[in-house]
């Protein structure tokens, strides 16, 4: 089957800091990829997508790449703010026949960036 | 530009009460979707939807029941609430394109005593 498998955390991090967050994939099909960001008391935000091998999803000051070969779409900031302390999730959709309805999530990763 | 509304945002009920929680998107979207989220256990799919006048189980249906009879509309049951339904109760519509993502409502806290 689908998954998704990313670092747990929690990550804390100093302002200005490079934020990396892992998130690698299994997939029976070609998926399309997605971040989503949760922040405190609010439901889910797409933060950036990438649907095919090499494309860059880019969103304030967020970056990922879909990299086929390693199955993987690391989320990165160059600088984080406060602001950027939230709950990230990776996830896959994939289309497969009568199952494109599916997104298949990580567990997510909490942020916490200190001034 | 609404995008995808819950009501209520909170709610107690006691053991044994019914309620219903409503989902409306006006995007247009075929698929919607109920999810779960409980700490540690992130997002668990509950029921979902493909288009008007159909419904079909998720990973965790037990103990609830849904209903689509308008397109924009998705609606959540809970038949005789138990403690285990504890949660943050997300909605979420779709383009039936994989390459789209879902859009998610705000959540509803419900509490269950």
């Known amino acids: 089957g689908n998954s998704v498998t990313q670092m747990e955390g929690p990550v804390t991090l100093s302002e200005e800091a490079f934020l990396t967050i892992n998130c690698t994939y299994t997939a029976t099909g070609y998926p399309s990829l997605f971040w989503y960001v949760q922040y405190p008391g609010e439901g889910l935000q797409l933060l950036l997508k990438?649907?095919?091998?090499?494309d860059k999803g880019s969103n304030k000051g967020f970056e990922a790449t879909y990299r086929k070969e390693t199955t993987s779409f690391h989320l990165e900031k160059g600088s984080v703010q406060v602001s950027d302390s939230a709950v990230y999730f990776c996830a896959l959709r994939i289309n497969s026949g009568g199952s494109n309805y599916k997104l298949t999530f990580g567990k997510g990763t909490l942020l916490t960036v200190n001034p | 530009n609404a995008g995808v509304t819950q009501t209520p945002k909170f709610r107690v009920l006691k053991t044994g009460q019914s309620m219903t929680l409503l989902c409306a998107q006006d995007m247009n979207h075929e698929y919607m979707y109920w999810y779960r989220q409980d700490p540690g256990m992130g997002l668990r799919l509950i029921h979902y939807?493909?288009?008007?006048?159909?419904?079909a189980k998720g990973e965790v249906p037990d103990g609830y029941n849904v209903s689509r009879l308008k397109k924009q509309n998705f609606l959540l049951g809970l038949e005789s609430a138990a403690p285990s339904q504890t949660s943050v109760y997300f909605c979420?519509?779709?383009?039936?394109?994989?390459?789209?993502?879902?859009?998610f409502g705000d959540g509803t806290r419900l509490s269950i005593l």
């Open positions: 939807s493909v288009g008007e006048g159909t419904t």
């Open positions: 979420a519509s779709s383009l039936p394109v994989a390459s789209q993502p879902q859009h």
């Open positions: 990438a649907t095919k091998a090499d």
